[in-house]
């Protein structure tokens, strides 16, 4: 089955600056690739998606890269703000099939005003 | 998005009694939905998939006579957990995805937190 294993556990970063969490994936057949953000006893939800057709792609100062081939996706969080503060998660899912997402351990990110 | 609720939000039960937990897919008919338990400063654990109208299918390692999945309708699904103890104590999370669209996006529930005293 798909492992994905995400790096940092935790980051801490000054407000202003930029964060980036990575994944890796074991799944040649995943091809979606979302990031949740959770904050505490909140549910996950989906800041940004990446389809494995698609290199890069930016939502305002969100924005995930992918590399198929060393099946790697990163999510790269710029000017980074006190409320960015929470946990994130990484998902690879294999469409088409069961669509269940197979999550990474989570990034726990603190930015300090 | 599509939007997914959850009931109740937090619950406190004593030790042997059973909770039931109820997952509902408000836009849009879910015929699989998901359960996930997670732990404090952890990530999310799937316990089983929950399909419309058939058996759920358990991940290994979780108890199906403990952890009752029912899913009578394209819009719920509910999860019993049956005499629970405090080692049940935990935040359960549903999710569902929209078959009618074409994006892959699991949408999750508010979640339970459930105490078991």
């Known amino acids: 089955g798909e492992n994905v294993e995400q790096h940092p556990s935790t980051l801490s970063v000054q407000e202003g600056d930029s964060a980036v969490i990575k994944c890796t994936y074991s799944d040649s057949a995943s091809n979606y690739f979302p990031w949740y953000k959770q904050e505490l006893g909140k549910r996950p939800q989906l800041i940004i998606d990446?389809?494995?057709?698609?290199g890069e792609k930016k939502d305002q100062r969100i924005a995930v890269t992918l590399n198929k081939t060393a099946k790697h996706f990163s999510l790269h969080i710029t000017e980074t703000q006190p409320e960015d503060s929470a946990v994130y998660f990484c998902a690879a899912t294999a469409s088409g099939g069961s669509y269940i997402p197979t999550f990474g351990r989570g990034t726990s990110l603190i930015v300090h005003p | 998005g599509a939007v997914v609720s959850q009931h109740p939000s937090r619950v406190i039960c004593k030790s042997g009694t059973s909770v039931k937990i109820e997952c509902r897919s408000l836009?849009?008919?879910?015929?699989?939905m998901f359960w996930y338990r997670q732990f404090p400063k952890q990530s999310l654990m799937l316990m089983a998939t929950?399909?419309?109208?058939?058996?759920?299918?358990?991940e290994q390692g979780v108890e199906k006579d403990k952890f009752l999945i029912n899913h009578a309708s394209l819009t719920l699904s509910t999860l019993t957990v049956t005499s629970a103890h405090p080692e049940d104590s935990s935040f359960y999370i549903c999710?569902?995805?929209?078959?009618?669209?074409?994006?892959?996006?699991?949408?999750f529930g508010p979640g339970t937190r459930l105490t078991v005293l």
């Open positions: 999710s569902a995805r929209d078959p009618s669209s074409f994006a892959d996006t699991q949408y």
């Open positions: 929950s399909n419309e109208g058939s058996k759920a299918t358990y």
């Open positions: 990446i389809r494995s057709n698609v």
């Open positions: 836009d849009f008919q879910a015929t699989t």
